[in-house]
């Protein structure tokens, strides 16, 4: 059955450097975004990227934070200059439509 | 944020029984409801959706009811199995999002199913 798949599946990186998660979406898929869900809360919206753009982030998705598909495959998420408060885990989920998402099992990001 | 809350943080019942996993939302303009299951150190997982102008859909063991004038679904699983115990979570679909695919979760339900 094809998956999302995410990588790194654990990061530990010191404040203020920059972090990349990757992600490799399903291959017919259209749609891709990045949600996190930080220890004990909700799963967060952060962003979703269609056509090659962004058609909608949240206002945690500030300029700390981009996406870019790379190479048709790969779908990244950059924190530039992480804080503690980044520390969450960190889900790719694509779709065909809009609708039902599959989420990838996850990248955990802790920043000391 | 609390526009979509599940109340029950957990839930234990006894397998071969039903559980029911509640969860409320208060804009209604929310138009498509989910319901995605999660096991430790995995992504959510889908399991049912339901449109808003049903008010039940059901696949295998899991049915989704609707209510919409109370702004209030329902997961039941019946009968319910060990492999059941994960955290349940409710999303709901703005239709002001409708082509970005952004979904609302609610804050989980942890079921365990006892043998």
């Known amino acids: 059955e094809p998956e999302v798949t995410q990588t790194p599946s654990h990061q530990v990186t010191q404040m203020g450097q920059e972090v990349i998660l990757r992600c490799v979406p399903i291959?017919?898929?259209?749609?891709f975004y990045w949600y996190r869900q930080i220890l004990g809360q909700k799963v967060e919206f952060l962003v979703s990227f269609y056509n090659n753009e962004i058609s909608e982030k949240s206002e945690i998705f500030d300029d700390q934070f981009s996406v870019e598909r790379p190479d048709g495959s790969n779908f990244t998420l950059k924190i530039r200059s992480t804080k503690l408060e980044d520390s969450a885990m960190y889900f790719c989920a694509s779709s065909v439509l809009t609708g039902e998402l599959f989420f990838g099992e996850g990248s955990r990001l802790t920043v000391l | 944020d609390q526009q979509v809350k599940q109340n029950s943080p957990s839930l234990s019942v006894q397998e071969g029984r039903i559980s029911i996993l509640n969860c409320d939302y208060t804009?209604?303009?929310?138009?498509?409801f989910l319901w995605y299951k999660k096991y430790p150190a995995e992504g959510p997982t889908f399991l049912i959706s339901?449109?808003?102008?049903?008010d039940k859909n059901e696949d295998g063991r899991f049915t989704v009811f609707l209510n919409k004038s109370a702004k209030h679904l329902s997961l039941h699983i019946v009968p319910s199995q060990p492999g059941d115990s994960a955290v349940y979570f409710c999303?709901?679909?703005?239709?002001?999002?409708?082509?970005?695919?952004?979904?609302?979760f609610g804050q989980g339900t942890t079921l365990q199913v006892k043998p």
């Open positions: 999303a709901a679909s703005d239709p002001s999002s409708s082509n970005t695919g952004k979904l609302i």
């Open positions: 804009n209604s303009m929310f138009d498509y």
């Open positions: 339901i449109s808003s102008i049903k």
């Open positions: 291959s017919n898929h259209l749609y």
